[in-house]
């Protein structure tokens, strides 16, 4: 059994943060791979985004995920998860080795800016649309190129940092892998070599494998089902 294979665990739900989830949405892949890395688990809602439950929208009129209730507290950003399961416990220092370091807050905020708008509009531009996505996918290469330039520092590294896993690695990696799927075969024969082997690393790694089991939409009176 690996360290993210453990069975639920014997807290009772009403002493469990509840997280809000969707399986495919980058940004609560990205809150649940930090809360399991943590060893914070919660109760786990999976939303169905067309039909969005009550209790969700009363806790944040955003209306999209992820949401975490915390006590009395709402959290609904997924960066903001991800420090808030990190300030509980960070075994491996990801913030120290990846949040605090010079350029890292900047990856983030380009992946969650301008890359993720070419994101959108290379993933939604349809089959009338393939010019336009075409543009958009050049446009986001930019933001490839900078990511594979840093793999390769150090004769190639495993991770956007150095050899270890951080913060910055997991807050990017699903989006990375969205655009990376939707023409997979582009993709395979890109130039991006290092980008390639980091992101096939972090889809087979026991943390990601782990926050991606299937579950049923969530409803108001179904039994409790946790992260883990």
């Not at 997280?19 to 495919?24: A, D, G, N, P």
Request: aromatic residues 10%; charged residues 25%; proline residues 6%.
């Amino acid at each position: 059994m690996s360290d993210y294979d453990s069975p639920s665990p014997p807290e009772t739900a009403n002493k469990l943060p509840v997280l809000y989830s969707f399986r495919r949405c980058p940004y609560a892949m990205r809150a649940r791979m930090a809360l399991r890395y943590a060893g914070q688990n919660c109760v786990l809602r999976e939303v169905d985004l067309k039909h969005k439950p009550e209790s969700m929208l009363q806790a944040s009129r955003k209306g999209t995920v992820p949401v975490m209730l915390v006590e009395s507290s709402v959290i609904d950003e997924s960066l903001d998860v991800m420090l808030w399961a990190l300030r509980q416990n960070d075994p491996d220092n990801w913030l120290e080795k990846g949040d605090m370091q010079p350029g890292v807050k900047e990856l983030v905020a380009t992946n969650d800016g301008t890359f993720k708008e070419h994101l959108d509009g290379y993933k939604y531009a349809g089959r009338d649309g393939q010019a336009a996505a075409e543009s958009h996918r050049q446009q986001g290469e930019s933001f490839l190129s900078e990511l594979e330039a840093l793999l390769a520092q150090d004769g190639g590294r495993q991770h956007l940092l150095g050899e270890q896993l951080t913060f910055v690695d997991v807050a990017l990696m699903p989006f990375i892998r969205q655009f990376a799927n939707v023409d997979t075969k582009w993709f395979e024969a890109s130039r991006y070599v290092n980008l390639r082997g980091w992101l096939e690393r972090l889809i087979r790694s026991p943390l990601f494998v782990s926050i991606m089991t299937k579950r049923k939409p969530w409803q108001a009176g179904d039994p409790v089902t946790y992260l883990y």
